[in-house]
């Protein structure tokens, strides 16, 4: 007898069957993901320690004087020069003032009129005005001068002081890159460390139950963990060096593919043989050397697997005996009778159409 049928289910459960193994793909990548990001972290090197340790205190102590006081030079600077713009706006108002005035007093004396006391007082003040802040402004002036000099002096020892420490920061640098890429290793192995084994162990346990029923989920979660192992190789490896491992990856896995459907072509497990038999059945050709089973209505007729839905096939009369039939092409056996009703029967399928005689799959690959 045959072993047990195949349940495949409707169509509907083979839908949800196939949505639910994405979904289950999906968060099991999700979880992986922050599960390797939790367990992988490791602690960042600090720059501003490394640039501690390797530079002059005192040095450095120099150089964060200059630049405080650089800072401290600017702001008064920019201070200054807003005073020295309010008293140029001042200046110029008094100066419109006073003009005005002693256009004023021209027109009154042209008219043998005297100016009233209110008016030469209020000239005198414009005029007052007027030189103080002039003279104010040339005081600002010369404070600006100088403390753009020693916002020049300054950033020129700055300059100086950073010049020396130049090469002592290259070194700091040069330091802090090794470290990241040091950290940067141990992430990507504590990560691989973790996933690796999660798809050796799936990649078994679909080895080793590639009959149950949960062999979905298995596939389902190797994938995930191969697309996170494929996204943490991205990350931490150089590019170049990820081309290679991809593409040597690739041709291992297609090398491995191609070498085992080579073997199942030549030498078919019994399922698969009697896959290929139900399928040459059905398009009326011989499993061995695709040579037309040329019987029945179809015995002055000519197709392959491509054109046999473009015949017309005439229907013969029902009483027609039917005859045990051999390939004339590579003399296998398609046709024989039956041992329980000696009716005529498919030789190379399980079960007999007119008595259901069955026989097991190894005695039917073996006909």
């Not at 994405?22 to 602690?43: P, S």
């Not at 990649?203 to 389902?220: E, K, M, N, Q």
């Amino acid at each position: 007898m045959m072993s047990g049928i195949q349940r495949k289910g409707t169509a509907l459960q083979r839908g949800l069957k196939g949505l639910f193994c994405v979904l289950f793909g999906f968060l099991a990548y999700w979880l992986l993901g922050y599960l390797i990001d939790d367990l992988g972290r490791v602690r960042a090197p600090d720059y501003s320690q490394i640039e501690k340790r390797l530079i002059d205190p005192e040095l450095r102590k120099k150089s964060e004087s200059l630049t405080q006081k650089a800072t401290e030079i600017q702001s008064e600077l920019s201070s200054q020069q807003q005073q020295q713009q309010n008293l140029r706006d001042s200046t110029s108002s008094a100066q419109t003032t006073m003009n005005q005035l002693l256009a004023f007093q021209k027109l009154s004396l042209e008219k043998d009129v005297k100016p009233t006391e209110e008016e030469q007082q209020a000239l005198a003040e414009s005029q007052k005005v007027f030189l103080a802040n002039q003279k104010q402004y040339q005081k600002l002036t010369e404070e600006i001068g100088v403390l753009q000099l020693q916002l020049t002096k300054v950033r020129e020892e700055s300059r100086q002081l950073d010049q020396s420490l130049a090469s002592v920061r290259a070194g700091a640098n040069e330091e802090y890159a090794k470290l990241i890429r040091r950290q940067e290793f141990w992430e990507a192995a504590v990560k691989l460390g973790i996933l690796t084994p999660l798809l050796v162990g799936s990649l078994w346990l679909f080895y080793r139950t590639r009959g149950s029923i949960y062999v979905p989920l298995y596939v389902a979660f190797a994938v995930a963990v191969a697309f996170k192992v494929l996204f943490v190789m991205h990350e931490y490896f150089p590019s170049r060096a990820f081309r290679y491992v991809l593409i040597v990856t690739s041709l291992i896995v297609v090398t491995r593919a191609l070498i085992a459907l080579l073997r199942s072509i030549a030498k078919p497990g019994v399922q698969l043989l009697l896959n290929q038999y139900r399928e040459a059945y059905e398009y009326f050709v011989c499993p061995n050397c695709n040579f037309p089973i040329r019987r029945g209505p179809l015995k002055s007729l000519y197709w392959t697997r491509r054109t046999l839905k473009k015949l017309r096939i005439v229907p013969t009369d029902s009483g027609t005996v039917e005859k045990p039939y051999c390939c004339p092409s590579c003399s296998t056996q398609l046709f024989e009778e039956c041992s329980n009703c000696q009716q005529v029967r498919h030789s190379l399928l399980p079960t007999c159409e007119h008595c259901g005689t069955t026989r097991s799959l190894e005695e039917n690959a073996a006909v």
